[in-house]
């Protein structure tokens, strides 16, 4: 049977990324896009779980499309349930980088977290915008095809983050830059004199060489495998080994 790769995203399902990401895949097996209707960007992991989905058919090239109401990880988790087999997860070309601490907001990383998290494998794709310009997806596409060659023989990679510089020179394995970061608010007012406020994402200080974003910096294209165990090992570790703490107990009534 012919390898099922099906593509979601969160810029929603008529951004310029979505089709470019599914040409390239189609040469690595059978395309399906189900993808948000609208654009879900930082909405990370949120699921749909108070109102009904919709599932409808659109034309997308040539391609077989839905456009879904929902998040991406509703779009994938539906994907998955309408087709029956999923082989692998595509999510993207993202039009902005997923890189370092804006993992935690990124909707493009989130779809193929949910692939993960129903035992299935997972890619991520992220691409620069500097001035609001859409990314020269013709000029990555070669580099995105052997990202995804190169995943596809590392089966036991469920979870991976790949970031891609405006002219990549190569591609390199990274891990994930925790370095603080600055949720800046700015201040500002609206029409009518009223307070709003703008978040931003910046870091605080500069990638540390091997992260991700040293690598997209260095005009590497960033692939970091992810694991979906958040578990700190070492904290655990040190809470284990602290034996004169008691295991809590619940109160006793008297
Ligand atoms: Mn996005």
């Not at 009518?192 to 091997?210: C, H, K, N, S, Y």
Request: net charge positive.
């Amino acid at each position: 049977m012919k390898r099922r790769i099906l593509i979601s995203n969160d810029d929603g399902i008529y951004s310029p990324g979505v089709s470019a990401l599914a040409k390239i895949a189609s040469r690595f097996g059978e395309v399906r896009i189900v993808a948000p209707d609208v654009e879900q960007s930082s909405m990370s992991h949120a699921i749909t779980s108070s109102r009904p989905l919709r599932y409808k058919r659109i034309r997308l090239g040539d391609f077989e499309a839905y456009r879904v109401n929902g998040t991406p990880a509703d779009c994938v988790a539906l994907g998955a349930h309408r087709w029956g087999h999923v082989d692998l997860v595509l999510s993207g070309i993202n039009l902005g980088l997923n890189l370092g601490n804006s993992c935690w907001h990124s909707g493009t990383l989130a779809a193929a977290k949910q692939a993960a998290l129903l035992g299935l494998r997972g890619i991520a794709i992220s691409a620069p915008v500097s001035d609001s310009r859409e990314p020269n997806f013709a000029e990555l596409e070669p580099y995105v095809s052997k990202v995804i060659d190169l995943l596809l023989a590392e089966e036991k990679m469920s979870l991976v983050n790949v970031n891609l510089p405006e002219k990549p020179k190569g591609i390199r394995w990274t891990r994930q830059s925790v370095r603080q970061y600055d949720g800046k608010v700015v201040p500002g007012k609206d029409p009518m004199g009223r307070p709003i406020f703008w978040f931003t994402v910046t870091p605080l200080e500069g990638a540390e060489e091997g992260t991700d974003r040293w690598a997209v910096e260095h005009n590497w294209v960033s692939i970091t495998p992810l694991r979906l165990d958040l578990t700190d090992e070492k904290d655990l570790a040190r809470a284990l080994s602290l034996a004169q703490t008691p295991p809590v107990s619940p109160a006793k009534k008297g």
